[in-house]
């Protein structure tokens, strides 16, 4: 049985785009990264539909 993740770690999120985490703070910093939930612990992560919404975001339009 395949398990979907509803969220994604900042190392997940990384490793999938291929960037360092220091471009990911950069890109956050910048307001130009995805939507972040910040727990308790003070780790983030990245909600599946906030991933998606902000990929979709990414696209460029046909010139």
Not at 39 to 62: A, F, H, M, Q
Request: aromatic fraction near 10%; charge should be positive; charged fraction near 35%.
């Amino acid at each position: 049985m395949a398990t979907h993740r509803r969220h994604v770690t900042i190392t997940q999120f990384c490793e999938d785009l291929g960037i360092s985490r220091r471009t990911f703070y950069e890109w956050r910093s910048k307001k130009r990264a995805p939507r972040c939930i910040k727990l308790p612990n003070g780790e983030l992560r990245i909600r599946k539909t906030d991933l998606d919404d902000w990929l979709e975001s990414c696209y460029e339009g046909v010139a």
